[in-house]
C-alpha cells in the first residue's frame, strides 16, 4: 500500500550559483560525506547535486513531516554498479521513520540540461 508520494523539482543554475556562492559551506551542511565522494570525479556537479537535493525533499514529502526531526544529511542516495538509485539514512532518521510506521522507500532520479527532478514512494502496511 502506498503510505506517501513526494517528488520535487531544483533548478541546475540555482544549484550552481549555491555551490559557488557559498562554496564547501553549502555542501557540506546538505550532503552527506558519500554524497560528495560521487561528486569528486564529476566535472559538472551541479546536476548530481540538484538530483540529490530533489531526492532529500522528496523524502521528507512522502515522509509526511518535512525536515521536522532531522536534517538534509541524514538521508541520502546511493547507488551500486548497474544498480538503481536508492536512499539511505541515518541511524536518528531510521528511529524516526520506525516511529512513523516504517515502510519501504522507492527512489526515481532523472536530470537534465535545466532541472533535476526526484520522485520518493513510501509504501507499507497501514
Same mark, same amino acid.
Given at each position: 500500500m502506498i503510505l506517501g $508520494?513526494?517528488?520535487?523539482?531544483?533548478?541546475v543554475a540555482r544549484m550552481r550559483r549555491a555551490i559557488s556562492r $557559498? &562554496?564547501?559551506a553549502f555542501i557540506t551542511r546538505v550532503f552527506a560525506p558519500d554524497e560528495i565522494v560521487g561528486a569528486a &570525479? /564529476?566535472?559538472e556537479p551541479a546536476a548530481y547535486y540538484a538530483a540529490r537535493f530533489a531526492a532529500k525533499e522528496a523524502? *521528507?514529502?512522502?515522509l509526511?513531516?518535512?525536515f521536522h526531526g532531522f536534517g538534509p544529511k541524514d538521508v541520502w542516495v546511493i547507488r551500486g554498479d548497474r544498480?538503481?538509485?536508492a536512499l539511505a539514512f541515518?541511524?536518528?532518521l531510521q528511529s /524516526?521513520? *520506525?516511529a512513523k510506521g516504517g515502510g519501504d522507500f522507492i527512489l526515481s532520479l532523472t536530470h537534465e540540461k535545466k532541472f533535476a527532478v526526484a520522485s520518493v514512494i513510501r509504501s507499507g502496511k497501514y
Open positions: $508520494h513526494g517528488i520535487d523539482i531544483v533548478e $557559498h &562554496s564547501g &570525479s /564529476l566535472k523524502f *521528507a514529502k512522502a509526511g513531516t518535512g544498480e538503481p538509485p541515518s541511524q536518528p /524516526l521513520i *520506525a
